[in-house]
């Protein structure tokens, strides 16, 4: 066993999936390694193209109240998968879509979740091909998407090395203001659903693809995506930027009203989908050029280190955070979200 084969079997969530693996016969060109990617991928026969797939559910998240319109149930359900392609720097074909509608619910939830998926879908410039819907006792949409990304274009998790510099799309905490705001049952004035519409991004990906060595989504929130990709590559982060740099204005609020830490919700396991990834010193020059020229602003937030898997926040008030305890601590209550909550804001604050 590998080191991190036995870093990632640390986290319980990858123990599930790993047994999962071991159980499944596995597809004998498939590149990726199982964890090391956002997407599967297989090379397409006769070409230089790469299929891109995967599948996600939204389900939890509605039965808490994190989502209760409809349209944000649909344009999450699509987000979720599409954020998954960017991650690997696919273009997406389109989803694929399974709904299940409460018994009884009127035809205008279905109408909602339906304009949600389309407007997600539109934004990333594709489309819903088909699907299934079924009913239950409550909604759950699950989304599977389809793309393809050159082969010399594409991005895993795996290739980060001490020394490159750590970068996101934009800035985080917004998916852990959301499930606050649902379980502290904060005003909308403070951070209304309706403002959370993450994109998956793809425009920013098809420059990212050209110059990073490691790329996962924040679908988890950061600290569980950098605990990841140092556990995956031996490495540790830095995170030197400030807080207040880091973690977006509205998560901010959030936290400020609710008289938390911060990390609070960058730790939390509802993320907001922006890219994390890392780019070698050797390329940063070219990777600012493209960047200015594409109109993209990455937000530098720090560096990979020797050590692993550590990773530190070192402005501020500077800590080192166990990354295992932190994306272990839903299990370890049980799965109440209330109580996980609330054990999280306990252990930021003694950390």
Not at 34 to 57: C, K, S, V, Y
């Amino acid at each position: 066993m590998r080191l991190s084969d036995n870093a990632l079997r640390e986290i319980a969530e990858n123990r599930v999936l790993s047994l999962w693996g071991a159980l499944l016969s596995r597809h004998p060109d498939q590149l990726n390694r199982p964890h090391g990617a956002d997407a599967e991928l297989i090379p397409l026969a006769g070409t230089d193209r790469i299929l891109a797939t995967t599948i996600d559910t939204i389900a939890e998240e509605i039965a808490l109240g994190f989502f209760e319109s409809p349209e944000t149930i649909g344009w999450m359900g699509a987000t979720v998968s599409l954020s998954d392609l960017a991650a690997v720097g696919a273009t997406p074909l389109g989803l694929v879509a399974s709904v299940t509608l409460p018994r009884g619910s009127p035809p205008e939830f279905q109408a909602g979740i339906a304009r949600g998926l389309e407007a997600a879908c539109r934004a990333a410039g594709t489309f819903v091909l088909g699907g299934d819907t079924n009913s239950g006792d409550v909604a759950v949409i699950t989304s599977a998407g389809i793309g393809t990304v050159h082969r010399d274009r594409v991005m895993t998790r795996v290739g980060c090395k001490p020394g490159d510099l750590v970068f996101a799309t934009g800035p985080l905490g917004l998916g852990g203001a959301v499930s606050a705001r649902a379980l502290f049952e904060l005003p909308p004035a403070l951070f209304a659903e309706s403002e959370f519409r993450p994109s998956a991004r793809f425009r920013e990906a098809t420059v990212i693809a050209r110059f990073a060595s490691a790329c996962i989504d924040t679908s988890d929130a950061l600290i569980a995506a950098l605990d990841q990709l140092g556990r995956l590559n031996g490495v540790g982060f830095d995170v030197d930027a400030s807080l207040d740099v880091v973690v977006a204005p509205r998560a901010l609020a959030v936290a400020k009203a609710l008289n938390v830490d911060p990390l609070v919700l960058l730790a939390q396991h509802h993320g907001e989908f922006e890219l994390v990834f890392t780019v070698p010193t050797t390329r940063i020059a070219a990777f600012d050029s493209a960047t200015a020229t594409a109109g993209f602003a990455p937000l530098r937030i720090g560096v990979v280190t020797a050590e692993t898997p550590v990773l530190r926040f070192l402005a501020d008030r500077p800590r080192t955070l166990d990354g295992a305890r932190i994306r272990n601590l839903l299990d370890a209550v049980g799965g109440d979200v209330r109580a996980y909550l609330a054990a999280l804001i306990e252990l930021m604050r003694s950390a």
